[in-house]
């Protein structure tokens, strides 16, 4: 699924800016892999569990 983090961010109901934000957090700490293009989920139970 393509999606650009302003598409991304308005599917969560939240800005851009706090998007990528969070996404780099996911990825500090090893949940996902972000790449050009492209968000990989690295541990899907513990990211559910970060995201409540």
Known sequence: MALTH????AL???SR???TKVLRDYADRGLL???RGRIT???PE????AAG
């Open 41 to 43: 989920v690295l541990d």
């Open 12 to 14: 969560a109901g939240t």
């Open 17 to 19: 800016e706090t998007c």
């Open 33 to 35: 892999r972000l790449a």
């Open 6 to 9: 302003e598409e991304l961010a």
């Open 46 to 49: 513990r990211l559910k569990d």
